[in-house]
Each structure stands twice: as structure tokens, then as C-alpha cells.
């Protein structure tokens, strides 16, 4: 069974102030996590802070939005994994499409990031998805399937239990324009398949694999009723207690608990 995992990626939103606030908020509403994981991943310089206001036994994961794959060294301006398990985070985003158009992060050096996070025990959530103009021109599947072969290259399927995969397609994310439940479990189900053929059958089952783009409290309810969509990847509607919150709440309410 898949614990379905609701995670907020933050980006380069909130100062540490901000975020403690949000943080005390967020901890105080009526959210059972008894049988669905949470996680927020705010930005590295609000981490030391969102895991002081967690508290000691926290309800809710914390991850970090990025990391560089070396331990240490003259990496000006970089965080390594050893640095992220010391503030507590224990699950790390990977291959945002962000870092992909905007930093030149490509299949590679994501490959390196997956390593490093794994033999730090950090979970990675890997983010894949196609651009507009890919599903366009009918390459969606293609376009997938190269990046989870590319990022995943030669990892041994007992390498890979903790590995998390997140579905965004790029024309999806900021732009209110979510994915139908239909699309994302199109490519959630070839998602599925490329880890059978790539990998295991085992990987393939175990994998959480959830959705990301545009997702609100209003559409979530609707990803999670397919078999394959394991959880979300919020952006916006996780910078706001209100939303996040409810969207939790609907994805713990969608497991009976
Ligand atoms: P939005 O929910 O703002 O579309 O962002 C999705 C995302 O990029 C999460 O990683």
C-alpha cells in the first residue's frame, strides 16, 4: 500500500519570520495525519526555523527544494544533503522544471542529486514533466520516459524504495491550467510502466507518484480518487495555511481515516 503524501514546495517564497508564522499556524489545525504523510518544503534559509516550530515529534515531514550532490567542498553558494539531514529535512525535491528552465539542470546532474540524496537517506521527490509544446506535438510519453531514464540510470531497483516521483507538467504549474485527472493518470499509469520495464515491478508498485500543477483545494479531491495518483505537489495553495491545510484534509478524509 502507498501512504498518500500531500508535499508543499514553498519555491522562493517566505522569509524565516514568515514562515514561523505560517508553520505555528499550520500546526494548529484540526489535521490528522494518521494515515497520509505531509511535508513542506520551504526555502534552505527558513529550514532551522520550520523545524523549531514543528516541534519535537512533528506530524508534518520537512524538505529541502534542492541540494548539491557533493558532501562538501568549494561549491560556492551550494547545500549538500549531509547539511539538510542536520536540520531535520528528510525528504529533498529534485528536477524541478524551474531548476531544469532556469538553471540548466538536466537528466545528468539530477542523477548525481538522486545519489546523493539516497545515500543520505533523504527522500528524493523527482520531478518529471512535458512542456506544452511536447504534449502538442505527441512526444509527452517520450519526453517522460527520457527523463526517468536519464535520472535514473543505473540505479539497482533495491536502491529506489524510498524514491517519490512528481508528475508536473510544465504548462500546469502557475498557470490555474491543472491537468484532468484523466491526463495526469494517463501518464501516472506510463510512469508505472517505464519502472517496471526500467527497473522492477516491486519499484513500480512501491513508487509514490503524485501530481503537480495548479492543484487547489477545489480539484484535489479529483486526482486522488485514481488508483495511480498517490498524492499532490502543491505550489501556490500551499503558501496559504487555509488551503494547504484543506487540501491535506481532503486527501486524509479520500483514505477512509
Ligand atoms: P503550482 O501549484 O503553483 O502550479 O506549482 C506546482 C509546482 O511547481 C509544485 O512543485
Not at 543520505?120 to 531514464?149: D, F
Not at 533495491?158 to 507538467?169: D, G, H, K, S
Not at 477545489?218 to 488508483?227: D, I, K, R, Y
Amino acid at each position: 500500500m502507498r501512504t498518500p503524501l500531500i508535499a508543499g514546495n514553498w519555491k522562493m517564497n517566505k522569509t524565516a519570520s514568515e514562515a514561523v508564522r505560517f508553520t505555528r499556524e499550520l500546526v494548529q489545525q484540526p489535521l490528522s495525519t494518521s494515515a497520509i504523510d505531509v511535508v513542506i518544503a520551504p526555502p534552505f534559509t527558513a529550514l532551522a526555523a520550520v523545524r523549531d516550530s514543528l516541534g519535537p515529534a512533528p506530524a508534518i515531514g520537512l524538505g529541502a527544494q534542492n541540494l548539491h550532490w557533493e558532501d562538501h567542498g568549494a561549491y560556492t553558494g551550494e547545500i549538500s544533503a549531509p547539511m539538510l539531514k542536520d536540520l531535520g529535512c528528510r525528504y529533498v525535491i529534485l528536477g524541478h522544471s524551474e531548476r531544469r528552465a532556469q538553471f540548466g539542470e538536466q537528466d545528468d546532474l539530477i542523477h548525481k542529486k538522486l545519489l546523493a540524496a539516497l545515500k543520505h537517506e533523504l527522500k528524493p521527490i523527482l520531478c518529471v514533466g512535458e512542456s506544452l509544446s511536447e504534449r502538442e506535438s505527441g512526444t509527452t510519453a517520450e519526453v517522460i520516459e527520457q527523463q526517468l531514464n536519464g535520472c535514473l540510470a543505473g540505479f539497482e531497483p533495491a536502491r529506489l524504495t524510498n524514491l517519490i516521483i512528481a508528475y508536473e507538467p510544465v504548462w500546469a504549474i502557475g498557470t490555474g491550467k491543472a491537468a484532468t485527472p484523466e491526463q495526469a493518470a494517463e501518464v501516472h499509469q506510463l510512469i508505472r510502466r517505464a519502472l517496471t520495464a526500467g527497473w522492477s515491478a516491486s519499484v513500480a508498485a512501491s513508487t509514490r507518484i503524485l501530481y503537480g500543477g495548479s492543484v487547489t483545494p477545489q480539484n484535489v479531491e479529483g486526482f486522488l480518487a485514481s488508483p495511480d495518483i498517490d498524492g499532490a505537489l502543491v505550489g501556490g495553495a500551499c503558501l496559504q495555511v487555509d488551503s494547504f491545510a484543506t487540501i491535506a484534509r481532503l486527501a486524509q478524509k479520500q483514505t477512509g481515516h
